[in-house]
């Protein structure tokens, strides 16, 4: 009897201590731009391997941005005539707009995702090699992340927002519940995805393959959630989002080395 109870005790602070590490988890990986970003400003030497997916960033981000602001411009007002009614249509109003919102940035992200495969992948595994060597990896535990694997990774993740993004745009016929579930569902897999594209660095470098890079995203849920929540909050802010964008690379890394 005693021992039952001991065990229900040793349970119940581990239940706790799970529900008190979550959320530092969480804020941990959101952190991780900010702390690349730090990293990079006691170690100058990383900059010359940033500054030019940087200017690639800047125009990325522009491009995006003013879809994104065209967009909102076109389709919110016309979206207003199909919620007349009273002051509970204006609160289903208010979910559906959100959703949507979410939805396009989710959409956006993909397309940002495919142009930063192509044209930032290879600039970025640089830099996060170098990250690595600096932080003491053996070269001889890195490996060469073929430029391919991860664009066919890229592009399954860039299907993978799309595909899920569209659902939560159906999800939302449903009245009241279903602007819900669909802005939840958006955010929530749109930024685990791109906490696990930031994740693939330093796990690309080690040459892992994405059973197994799921695998460790899914032990790291917290984290990998808070790096995607704080990538997607600065994809689309002009010019700074060009910086913490490339910090964030540096923070993965560095939040991956913490984790291990």
């Known amino acids: 009897m005693r021992e039952s109870e001991s065990n229900n005790r040793v349970k119940n602070v581990r239940r706790g201590d799970s529900l008190v590490s979550h959320p ?7 952190a991780a731009p900010w702390n690349g970003l730090r990293f990079m400003s006691d170690n100058p030497g990383l900059w010359r391997y940033g500054l030019l997916p940087i200017a690639v960033n800047l125009l ?7 879809l994104l602001i065209g967009g909102g411009f076109y389709f919110l007002p016309a979206m207003h005539d199909y919620f007349a009614g009273g002051w509970w249509w204006r609160i ?7 959703a949507t919102i979410i939805a396009a940035v989710g959409l956006l992200l993909a397309v940002w995702l495919v142009l930063q495969a192509v044209l930032c992948g290879w600039f970025y595994d640089l830099l996060a090699r170098q990250v690595e060597l600096r932080l003491g990896t053996s070269p001889d535990e890195l490996k060469d992340a073929p430029i391919a694997v991860q664009a066919i990774d890229a592009l ?36 685990a995805t791109l906490g696990y594209e930031f994740f693939d660095y330093p796990l690309a470098l080690r040459g892992l393959r994405r059973r197994d890079k799921l695998a460790f995203v899914r032990r790291h849920r917290p ?26 690379v540096v923070g993965g890394v560095l939040l991956h080395k913490r984790l291990q």
């Open 24 to 30: 530092r988890s969480f804020l941990a990986g959101a």
């Open 92 to 98: 289903v109003e208010v979910f559906a707009v959100l």
């Open 223 to 248: 984290s990998t959630l808070g790096l995607g929540t704080s990538v997607a909050l600065l994809a689309f802010v002009p010019v700074v989002s060009a910086v913490f964008l490339t910090t964030a």
């Open 60 to 66: 990325i981000t522009g491009l995006l941005l003013g």
């Open 156 to 191: 399954r993740a860039v299907g993978f927002i799309v595909v899920v993004n569209m659902g939560c745009l159906i999800v939302q016929i449903v009245p009241v519940v279903g602007s819900a579930l669909g802005l939840c569902g958006s955010y929530y897999f749109t930024c």
